[in-house]
């Protein structure tokens, strides 16, 4: 579920969205439909808002996915996450695998939006 509360989210969640899509083949029209069974609050209100003004089914999905990517992977959100990654340091008790994992895990979203939102 994604609220919208951690706007950073967004990139893993809508990874996690189209990857669970395309492995059940399910087509454009059908996800744009089921998105908002997994958005909560004001992430749900708003994405069920830009489904109602799309008067297009053409590329449904791909115009709402590209609202919710510029609503909450700003340029500032995107900034702070770069920092996040940049300045994360290892903890005393991990080892380097560890550390390599949390790295990777925090960085996923950079390289992801980066290539979202050009």
């Known amino acids: 579920m994604f609220s919208g509360s951690d706007p950073i989210r967004v990139i893993k969640f809508l990874r996690a969205f189209h990857d669970s899509a395309d492995y059940n083949n399910a087509s454009e029209g059908v996800v744009a439909h089921l998105l908002p069974y997994l958005l909560k609050g004001t992430a749900a209100s708003r994405y069920r808002t830009q489904l109602a003004r799309?008067?297009?089914?053409?590329?449904?999905y791909l115009h709402l996915v590209q609202d919710m990517l510029?609503?909450?992977?700003?340029q500032n959100v995107m900034s702070q996450?770069?920092?996040?990654?940049?300045?994360?340091?290892?903890?005393a008790n991990e080892d380097k695998q560890e550390f390599g994992g949390r790295l990777l895990?925090?960085?996923f979203v950079v390289p992801c939006a980066q290539r979202a939102l050009s």
């Open 54 to 60: 799309t008067r297009s089914q053409r590329h449904l």
């Open 70 to 74: 510029k609503c909450y992977a700003t």
């Open 81 to 91: 996450a770069y920092q996040s990654v940049l300045q994360l340091p290892q903890n």
């Open 105 to 107: 895990d925090t960085a």
